[in-house]
Structure formats: C-alpha cells, structure tokens
C-alpha cells in the first residue's frame, strides 16, 4: 500500500492561493525570523563565544538551536528553487559556527558548549536531542537545496555520537527524549545519507519508549512524556500535543521504512483519537496551555484553547505519513483542515508577525483584569500577532511549512517496480516532472472547487475527495477507494472534476460544551470566524440556519460570507423577566485564518443559532 | 428618612426556613469553625506563645485575629438568645489572652505580638486594622450578649491607641488601612460606649481615603484598594469586593450618624454600580480570582465566578445599612437575594463545611488537567465545601450572619419623637417585643408568599414588595413608596397579604456574554441550578420557556422544579453537518444554595433556552 512521496524539491507551485502566501513566505517571513533571531542573539550564539556579563537577554537558551535550525531548514526550501546568495551565506555562517565549536567527539549544542559540556544528556526534560533533531533535517534540507555538504557530515557525525552514546555505551542520564522530534529527523538523516545507523537509532528511541523504567519521567508525568506505555500500545494522543505529533510522525515513518505493521496500527489509533475526539474544527490541539496538551476527550474549550500553530504543523506533517503509507482519503483531510485553518492562522498576512496559540474565540473583557501583580499568575492570550516569542519555535515552523507545501500534494505507488497511480493528495496548482512522472494541476482551489490534472508516466490518478464533497464531479468515469477518485488515464491525458464547494453550518459534537446550541460555518476546507472588525458586535446573534448561508464577495483569497438571524437588541436591566428583544440581523464572516489581521477584536468562530 | 434597627438580641426566631438554618448553625457550624480553629492553632495563638521551632503548621498568621474575632461575634449572637457556660468559658479565654498580652499602650495582634510590635503600623498590606476592627465588632457583640465588659474595655483600649498613633501622632507608615472593615467596627464601638472619638476615628479613615498621597497603594493598585478618588466621589464598585462593601458599609454607617448626604450620595451610586452591573444573579461578586475584585460591567462569566461568600454577606450587610438610611425596597431586595443564595450557598446544608468561591457552572471537564506542576499555575475552584481554608475569613462569616440574621428583619421610623412605621424588610417568621413596639411575623416564605403580620407601638406597617412580587394581595389596603406597601394599623391590629411568589424565568443583560441564549430559573427570592445529582446531565438541555415550569414537590425548604424542553441526543462525529437531534425532554433543578451537598457533580444555573 505505501507509495512514494514527491518531495517539494521538484514541484512548482502556480498562480493561486498558496503562491502568494509562497511570496510573502519568501519576501517577508524569511527576512522577518531571522532578523529577529538575529536581534535576540539567537544567530551570534553559534559563534560559542557569549560569556556572563554580556548582554542577559542574548543569554542562549536551550531551545535556540532548534528554532535556528527550523529557519535553515526553511531557508534551504526556498533555495531549492531559487539561488540566494547572501542567504546561504546567513547559512553558512552558522554552519561554521557549529564546524568551530564542535566538539572531537562530534557534540554540539549551543546551550551546552556555552555552559558546560558535562551537564549534556543529563537532563530529560530539556530539548537536547529535539534540537539535535532539528539539525538533522535542516542539515538534509540544505544539502539537498544546495549540495553542500559540510552541515550534513557535522550532523552526521553528530548523530554517530547519539548512536553511541544512547545505543551502545548507554551512558546518559536518560534513555529517550523528552520533547520528540529526532525520531523523524534521523530518518530523514537515513533517507538522505542511507546509513542504517540512524534507522536503528530511530527504532532504538521509539522501541524503547514507554517501557523505560529507567527514565525519569517528564516533571513526573508518564501521560505528558508520552511514556505510559510502549508505543505499539498506544491509543490516545496524550501528553504535549506537539511532541506526541512529531514522536508519532517519526513512528510512522518508522514503519514506513520497516513495514512495522504494529507501529502503524498504533499510529491510526492514536491520530484516530486525535482527530475524533481531541481537534477543533481549526486542526488546532491542545486544549489548555498547561502542559500545552491533550486534555480529555471532547475537551475543547474556546476561548481558552491552546491549539499552538506548531501542534497543527506536526498534526499535518503525521497525518501526511499517514497517506504515504496507507492512501486514505481522512489523513489528506486532515492535513488540509490543518493547512488552511490552525496552521495558517499563525502567520499574519503580512507574514511579519505570529500567532503561537490559535483561540477559537476572543472576548475583551476576559482582558479587563490587568493587575500587574495577580496577571502572573493567569494566562491571557495575545490578541494580535507578536513579531517574536521567547519560545519561538513556531514562527521558523510556519516559515518551513509553506516554503514545503509542496510536499503535501503529491505521491505514487508503483506497480511491479513501475509508476502506477498518481495520488493528489492536496488541490494546489502546481507541476512536477521528476522519476518519469510529470504531472500538472490547475486549480483555483481554495475558492472554488474545479480542478484540472495533466499527467504522464502513470496509469491512474487517484484523488482525495474531501469529506465535505457529497459528490465529485467528472465528465470521466472513476471509481472510488478510500475515499480517493481513481481515473484511468490510460487513453487520456487529462482529468477534470468539481469539488463541488459550498458554505455550510457545521455542528460539534454534542459532549463538546463549548458548542452546544452553536455552529461554525465552512466554506470548502476553511473554517470561517466573525469579528468586530467587520461587524459591530459578534454578540447576541443568532444565525437562522434555514437561511442558508450568503456569499457577498471575496476576502483573504476565499468567499465573505454573510449569515442572516436574529440579532438581540441590548437591554437595560442586569436581570429581567423579560427575555431580550429580538429583530432581524446579519452577521459577516471571513476566513479564520485571517483573524486578528486588522487590530485587536473580538472574535467567536461557533455562531449560536436559532434551535 | 433615617429609622431605627431592631437588633437581633431582642428578636426571636420562629419555625421557618431561617430557624432550621440557625439551629444547624447553633449545633454544628459553632462548634464546627471553633474546633478547627482551635486544630489549627489559632484559638491557642492567642496565649502568644508560639515561637519558632514550634508547630510550623500553627504558626500565626496576619489574619488570625480577625478570623477568631468573627467567630466570637457569632458565638455572641447565639449567647444572645441561648446561656451557655462551656461557650462563654472558650471565649473568656481568648479574652484573657488578649488582656495578658496586650501591651502597654493597648495594642494587640496575635501576628505583631509574637513575631515583633517594631513590624505594626509599618505594612498597609497587612491586615492589622482589619483584624482590629473585627475584634472590635466582637467584643460589643460579647458585652452585648454577657453584660461582660472586658474585651470591650480592651479594645476601646486599642482603639484609643489608634487614635493617637493615626490621627495625633500620624506616626504609622500609611494613613488608611490596607483591608477596611474598622470603619463599621468604630461606628458600633461608638455606638456601644457612646465615645465621640471613635465616629471621629471613622470620619478620619473615610475622608483620608483617595486623597491621601502618602498612602502606598496596595499592590501599586489604586483601583484595587478603593483609593483612586475621595469616597464622597466614588461611583464604580471597584477593587477588592469585601474590602469595597465592607468599606461602604462603614460610609453608610458613618453617613447616618453625621447625616452628611454626600457620603451618602456615593454609597448610593456605588451600590448601584454594584446591582445593576457587576453582581451575579446570586448576590455573588467579584469576576475573577485574581485579586477577588469586581472587574468590569457585565463581566460575569459563570464557570469562573470568583463570588466570594464574605462577598455576598458584604453586599448585604451594604445593603441593609442603606435600607435603614432611606428604605427603599431596592435594598432590602438585594439583601435577600444574597441571603437566599450566594450567602447562603457558602455553607453546606448539614453546617459542617464552607465554599469560599460560589461560582454558577461547574463542569468536570476543566478539571481533567491535574498536572501536579502545572496546578500551581491555575485555579481550580472546589467542587465540594472544604471544612477550612487556609484564609478562613467565610465560615465565622456564616455562622455570624446566621446567628443574627434578626438584624435584617425589622427597622422602625419615628415622628416627632415617638415611633411611627414599623419596616418589614425581610419575611422571617419572628416576633420582638422592645422600645415599646411588639410585632409577630407568621410567614412560610420563602416556600410560600402569605404573609401575616400584627404590630403595636406604631401606627403603619410598611412590607417591601420584592422585585419579584407583581402585586401585593391584601384585603387590607395599603399606599405603596419606595417600593414599600404601608399599612395604616391605627384601627386593626394584624394585616394579611401575599407576595404571589411563582416560579420564573429570568433572562441576564445582553451584555453578560455566558449568559446569551440562555435563561436562570427563580421561585420568588431563591436562584435555581441544575445538578448531575438530580440529572443525568446538565447539558444539551433546551428550555422551552412556553411551556412554563413546573413544581413537582418540596425539596431544600423550596418547591422542587422541573423544565420541559428539547434534549440533544449525543452525537457520533466530532464535527459533522447535521444538526444534533432533539427530543422532548426534562431538566430537574433545585435551589442554588444546596447545590454541591451530594457529591462532587456538574452544576449549571443559566439554562440554554429554546429560541
């Protein structure tokens, strides 16, 4: 069943709705990260040289070498289809900075070349090996956009240590990481250096987790540490959503390259739970932003939600491996609510500033309380997006993810050692001509649903039709298999269909609280939300939902969208026997991933309606 | 306007709700509060005799004093009615260690006794006036009840000192106390020993306040302390909530002694703001945990309701003191709306244990996050009556306001010398016979509204017609002021009328955003909820307000009530285009304060409503 994935190397993204945000990515966010990891010391501290009584806030940190490395990696996607110079210098520099500091026996971590290389692999709860893993696909990334050489054989030499140092002298304090992410780097580190080493290195981390009695469990929490049981067991996405998301990524690239079926069928439970019972409609995850994690079924509060940019990102990039193990159509749906929802949201669009929790609602006067002594002591969730986060992990993450959208479009099984079926997994305008294949995709998707393929080098293509398209439409016969439309392009060269997009209330689930009398509305795979920036207040509505729901114009690349209900007209007395008075109104609605472009406001994606 | 109250020493309670309330109260909450003080250690404290490497546990503690005080004022109002040896004997002994301890010059803090007098009148922050002002409220609560005389003679003692220390010396490092509450205790000092000085003493603290530079705000808040402007301008309900009413308790009280009508103004004006924006339908207040303050108008999420029980009995106390200054049935409706709830929820039905929060939701759902070190980092409001709390300022506060919930009852006004209207402010089957006035309540409110009342000594009898009561019944007729119906009793000596209590629905302002879409329920002064207990679940309930409410028994000392509605059936998708189904179904409520008597459940007082 698994097939091959067409790395965004080699694919072209046309005119549409993610070349411009590829623009922006490119002329915008690159710079923008960058510069402000250079501002905040995160770019010199490569260099090995802060020392105490220079600049505090330059003071390195441990997470700064994989915040670093995410921007390279990023970087490295956008010169795999244009030469910039002075950005691989940027990249090299650092990559010198790591050449210099490393250390005989192949270690390097800016925090612990700085304070002491004896505190290293002491401590499980800090991020060693997760910026390690960072490294290592940003160290692939860069030789495969460039050539060079020189990050890879540090990393690779890097990761010989690990080897080493886990598998067979079994010397550090610990025995597993505590933030996951080097499982899926080191098999991108055996896909691009074909040692086997970094495989088994992989299958070391993953087979040993949850049957650990050695490791210290993460701030004492099995559940947070994903550590409760062995991985092979698991059923529930438990524990820090972002983590789970990339250590579970990693497993089923595992059993990608193992045909470790066990593995798999533990990665379809856990993503079955995630995605069932622990996902706003956004892709968001993570419903409190203690611990940044899953909570409980069904748990998914509003105006609190953590729902991290970086916990959609590696929701996105798990369900993807999904699909290239096993073509279904309810992973490629996932990774596109995830792309055009809590993924995107956490850029503006201007691509200068972030957003690192995604809430679903914002009300100001959850804000009114500003008592500087107690608002320590409570989370408040920024409101606009900030240019730059003490913890930034997610700003060089959305960066990576859309200078590789390509990725997420396109894979092929082969039959007999040959092309068989092309599957689309993602309807984004786009080209590629690579391994015999050569394939073509011409679409204004997301706002509107007609597609046209162009291919070549393959018998079929298969199609993912999306949950929401009752029917796809085609002048050519297809027949349809897990949720994907196969057409026989034997005798023709091209395909064309409709998605068959239209706006429409969607309902939570009944145990989902927050949601109880209320819908969102979807156009297509966009989740839409209002704000006061378009309406003078998003309160005391009601959409009616035999209306149906109005399309007025396009906004932010997809229909605006009007709602027509009930307005209440604000009364006067704090408590009454009256219920409020109500009269006709509307309500205008845009993308949610467009929110809180245009100033604080506030904002509510589930519309009460009128029952 | 002004009338005279009639104190609770001359009141007897009859059979009725209030009776079974004070018999718990007498047997289990008095002896509950004590013991547990005393396990804890501060009924000892008193000896001052910890020192360190004694039991940490008991060590004393700021608060102490006033925590031990209030429960002697309680315990006092019981001795007013009910001699008791053992009782007396456990006070005497506080008594008698406040008298060996006290220093020269008459000061006494269990904190600043034993931990170093150098440290008193230096911190604004701590509570040493506070505690002195309930010490004060005690001990003419004890010489009240015993005709014993020397705790009030040492507190007059210590209030002289305070005099001298802040109005002659104006040697303390701030110029108003930090927690206020010494405002009212002065005015029933002054009123007790008829010693001028210590209404001076109040004016002194009521005139500094928001004009008084060298004060240090507290928690650098101005707003938080109540001291942005000068009382006779104040207009928000802003700041701490207990201290705010407890401060405009003693403004009004300092108001009707002085007669100064600007005072009074602004007690108006706050109290307003207080009602008709910043209370929860309960008599609850204060937004949020975050400093236990009110926040801003229509700030009144359920789930976090901070709604202190000291909060209510604040506001009642608040209330009562305007009632008596100008009665108007406005204040004695918002005394009993938190006699019937959110005072009264702050104690559990069988006496033995105390909320110190009182929020309107409680869903199990957010307290699925039990990450022992994240925990610190979040509030998690109880979910049972705890029997202590380590800031225990609510149990003595209930079993006070129990033991003299006489004092809410009656008020008489005179003319030219001699009493003329008998007030009726609260519907308490009780008689007194005192000043010449005898008068007898015979009520079964609040289960019923019948209400018959004889009087002598006075010429009209004037009953608050409640909020809730559409038209007052009687075959007596009445003028109506203020929201009072008086009876001219010159020529009969009972009147008999009906307050038509029924049960209701009761909608909030459209601005309180929890509550759009949904509806609470009262039966006259008493707040519905739903409970787990009673119902298999509380939410994907729809009230259908058409089809009215229906009692289908007695429970709690209230009807029992049950809703007719729609029900959702739940749902499979986590997201889906389909409505959830709905079917005919019912909601089992029961009054607000008796919620969480039976286990921890889910609890919800704003009900979804068909619209």
Redo the contacts between chains.
């Keep these: 069943m698994k097939n091959i994935s067409i790395s965004c190397k080699y694919i072209k993204i046309k005119d549409g709705f993610w070349s411009s945000r590829q623009k922006i990515n490119r002329t915008v966010t690159l710079d923008a990260v960058y510069n402000r990891f250079n501002d905040t010391g995160k770019i010199s501290a490569f260099q090995c040289s802060w020392k105490p009584g220079d600049d505090e806030r330059k003071k390195p940190h441990l997470f700064w070498d994989s915040d670093v490395a995410k921007w390279i990696e990023g970087a490295s996607y956008i010169l795999m289809h244009e030469k910039i110079p002075s950005l691989e210098e940027k990249i090299d520099k650092i990559v010198d900075g790591i050449d210099n500091n490393m250390t005989k026996d192949g270690y390097f971590n800016v925090y612990y070349n700085i304070f002491g290389l004896s505190g290293r692999f002491t401590d499980r709860n800090n991020h060693e090996l997760y910026c390690a893993g960072h490294h290592f696909e940003a160290a692939c990334a860069y030789y495969e956009a460039t050539g060079k050489d020189k990050y890879l054989n540090l990393m690779e030499r890097f990761a010989d240590l690990i080897y080493k140092i886990f598998v067979e002298d079994k010397s550090a304090y610990f025995m597993t990481p505590g933030h996951p992410e080097i499982e899926l780097a080191l098999i991108k580190l055996y896909r691009t250096s074909k040692k086997q080493k970094y495989l088994d290195l992989c299958r070391f981390f993953v087979e040993k987790r949850g049957q650990n009695d050695k490791d210290i469990p993460l701030?004492?929490?099995l559940k947070?540490a994903y550590d409760e049981v062995p991985l092979k067991n698991a059923v529930y996405a438990d524990g820090h959503c972002v983590r789970t998301n990339y250590l579970m990524s990693g497993v089923c690239d595992l059993a990608y390259e193992t045909g470790d079926t066990e593995l798999y069928e533990a990665c379809k439970r856990v993503l079955k739970n995630a995605?069932?019972?622990r996902?706003y409609?956004t892709g968001g995850q993570g419903?409190?932003y203690?611990?940044e994690?899953y909570?409980?079924d069904?748990?998914l509060?509003n105006k609190t939600a953590y729902a991290e940019t970086c916990a959609s990102i590696s929701l996105g990039m798990y369900a993807h491996r999904m699909e290239l193990y096993e073509p279904d159509s309810y992973y490629g749906d996932i990774v596109e609510r995830v792309l055009y929802n809590g993924a995107l949201s956490g850029v503006s669009l201007d691509g200068d500033s972030f957003f690192y929790e995604n809430p679903l609602e914002i009300?100001n006067?959850?804000y009114?309380?500003n008592?500087?002594?107690?608002?320590k002591?409570?989370?408040f969730i920024p409101r606009i997006r900030q240019q730059m986060f003490s913890c930034s992990c997610c700003p060089p993450n959305i960066l990576r993810l859309i200078a590789s959208i390509g990725d997420y479009i396109y894979s092929y099984s082969t039959q007999n050692g040959k092309a068989d079926t092309l599957f689309i997994h993602q309807y984004i305008s786009s080209s590629f001509c690579h391994e015999g294949i050569s394939a073509n995709i011409n679409t204004k998707f997301p706002l509107d649903g007609a597609v046209t393929v162009k291919a070549s080098g393959v018998k079929y293509i298969a199609v993912r039709i999306p949950y929401?398209c009752k029917k796809l439409i085609s002048d050519t016969p297809y027949t349809v298999k897990s949720g994907y439309a196969y057409f026989d392009i034997q005798d023709i060269d091209e395909i064309s269909f409709d998605l068959n997009l239209s706006a429409?209330?969607?309902?939570?689930?009944?145990?989902?609280?927050d949601n109880?009398?209320k819908?969102?509305v979807m156009y297509g795979p966009a989740v839409y939300c209002a704000e006061t920036a378009d309406n003078e207040s998003v309160?005391?509505f009601?959409a009616d939902?035999s209306l149906g729901i109005k399309i007025t114009g396009e906004k932010f690349g997809l229909p605006e969208i009007v709602l027509s209900g009930?307005r209440?007209?604000?009364?006067?007395?704090?408590?009454?026997?009256?219920?409020?008075l109500?009269i006709p109104g509307t309500l205008k609605m845009i993308p949610y991933f467009a929110f809180a472009n245009r100033g604080e406001h506030e904002m509510i994606t589930f519309i009460?309606v009128?029952?």
């Excluded at 429409?504 to 609280?513: A, E, W």
């Excluded at 007209?569 to 409020?580: Q, R």
């Design positions: 701030f004492g929490d947070y995605a069932e019972k996902m409609i419903s409190t203690l611990g994690r909570t409980s069904y748990h509060p009300r006067e959850d009114a309380v008592y500087y002594d107690f608002e002591s409570r989370h929401y429409r209330f969607v309902y939570s689930n009944t145990s989902v609280y109880i009398g819908a969102a309160e005391n009601f939902t009930l209440q007209i604000i009364s006067d007395e704090l408590y009454s026997e009256n219920k409020p109500q009460p009128k029952n």
